[in-house]
């Protein structure tokens, strides 16, 4: 019995010596590839003139304070063929009076607004998107989310990703500069964890991606079967992008981030989105249940445990140092990922001085990134068992129960 604990304990000691290597390992790749790419001027890879033509597809619900500025950036691109296709669901959805406006404040752009959608599944962004796809004129398509706003090169930036072997362009989401805790909370998770598995599983090959700006070839789409084949999705993202890797087609991440304005945020808002993207990474990937393992309070613990059996190290004292050391290193991602610089020697100065270069100061204090780091790594075993406990999900204005293998079902009211 003895030595079967000995051999269990000598197991575990290797998983955790493991763990230490993988999870430092995507820290370090990370934080290089923000900095040595992310926001970097793309190498134009054909004229201006030969960029080919793309159909904006942008899902539009309910008005929030920033959605008037954030749609007018996509009116002001600078690109030389493309389309904006405004897709509203509900007929009094206060968000028409909104397009309607910059439709007639940009009459040179190719707008064009849909209203009422079309019920083809459960997933509401899908229906609501259905007839601006089937008018979409152009090869490409864009679908991009009503929070977006972007600079008026993102499109040439993504277009230029686009090469001959690429059938999807996504971007690394990020969050815009807004006022209050919130807003920290999410600049500080965007900058951080997000980004480090993101990135990670995305230069390691893996097909990492989400829907909130996806640049892809409609004819691919079109070899799928369409938007409509992915209705019966709430994760519509993950499965057409599935759906082109499974054709042979690369990936490529644009070196703009997909900027996230929303005016609407709160740290419950937050909270709900998190839960509801881990019961959909649940459902869909079963080995998300081990994904507890790879926060930094769980790791560092997990990693302890080893130090102290192989070293007999205290195991409270290197608790201490690696979550200091973890919380360092995402300071440098957040910063790499806000000012975007490239060049590693700001590396050691970042981790002395903890400062950023490029732009000045971060939009929140040092002592409120570090309470807001604290409290995101404390959420995230609560946040992990929450989406364990409860399979039904609310989006929008629905309700779903979700199904094994990344299907739903919508929970009707009676």
């Known amino acids: 019995m003895m030595a079967l604990l000995d051999l269990a304990m000598q197991g575990f000691s290797i998983f955790g010596f493991i763990l230490f290597l993988v999870l430092w390992f995507m820290h370090f790749m990370s934080i290089v590839y923000v900095r040595l790419y992310l926001n970097k001027k793309s190498i134009d890879k054909q004229p201006y003139s030969k960029l080919a033509g793309v159909s904006l597809l942008k899902p539009l619900k309910g008005v929030d304070p920033n959605l008037i500025n954030n749609l007018e950036t996509f009116f002001e691109l600078d690109y030389p063929t493309f389309e904006i296709l405004l897709c509203v669901q509900d007929h009094d959805d206060p968000a028409i009076d909104v397009c309607k406006k910059l439709l007639g404040k940009y009459p040179n752009v190719d707008a064009r607004l849909f209203i009422g959608g079309k019920k083809v599944g459960i997933n509401p962004k899908i229906n609501n998107l259905m007839p601006g796809y089937e008018g979409a004129q152009y090869d490409l398509v864009w679908i991009c989310d009503s929070g977006i706003r972007v600079k008026p090169d993102t499109l040439t930036d993504m277009a230029n990703q686009m090469t001959e072997k690429v059938g999807l362009v996504h971007g690394l989401p990020y969050v ?7 807003a920290t909370l999410e600049q500080v998770y965007f900058g951080t964890s997000h980004p480090r598995s993101y990135i990670s599983a995305n230069v390691m090959g893996i097909k990492c991606v989400t829907g909130m700006s996806c640049l892809m070839r409609k004819d691919i ?21 599935k759906a082109i890797a499974d054709r042979g087609w690369k990936f490529s991440m644009a070196t703009q981030v997909a900027m996230q304005n929303s005016g609407s945020y709160s740290v419950a808002q ?63 991602q957040l910063r790499g990922v806000q000012v975007h610089t490239h060049c590693l020697a700001w590396f050691i100065s970042d981790y002395i001085q903890l400062r950023g270069v490029q732009g000045g100061a971060p939009a929140f204090s040092k002592l409120d990134y570090a309470v807001a780091w604290f409290i995101r790594e404390s959420m995230t075993i609560q946040i992990f068992l929450s989406a364990l406990w409860d399979p039904t999900i609310s989006w929008r204005t629905g309700r779903y129960r979700l199904r094994c293998g990344g299907t739903a079902e919508e929970i009707l009211d009676v």
Not at 176 to 182: K, L, S, T, W
Not at 286 to 315: K, M, N, Q, R, Y
Request: with cysteine; net charge negative; proline share 2%.
């Open 270 to 332: 937050f909270q709900s989105r998190m839960i509801r993207w881990a019961k959909l990474r649940i459902n869909m990937l079963p080995a998300t249940v081990c994904e507890p393992i790879s926060e930094c309070f769980v790791a560092s613990l997990i990693i302890g445990w080893a130090a102290h059996h192989v070293f007999h190290w205290d195991i409270m004292v290197f608790f201490m140092c690696h979550c200091l050391a973890w919380f360092i290193s995402d300071y440098i």
């Open 176 to 182: 815009a500069d807004r006022q209050g805790f919130a």
């Open 221 to 241: 789409l079109d070899q799928a079967g369409g938007l409509i084949t992915f209705a019966q999705y709430i994760a519509e993202d993950y499965f057409m992008a």
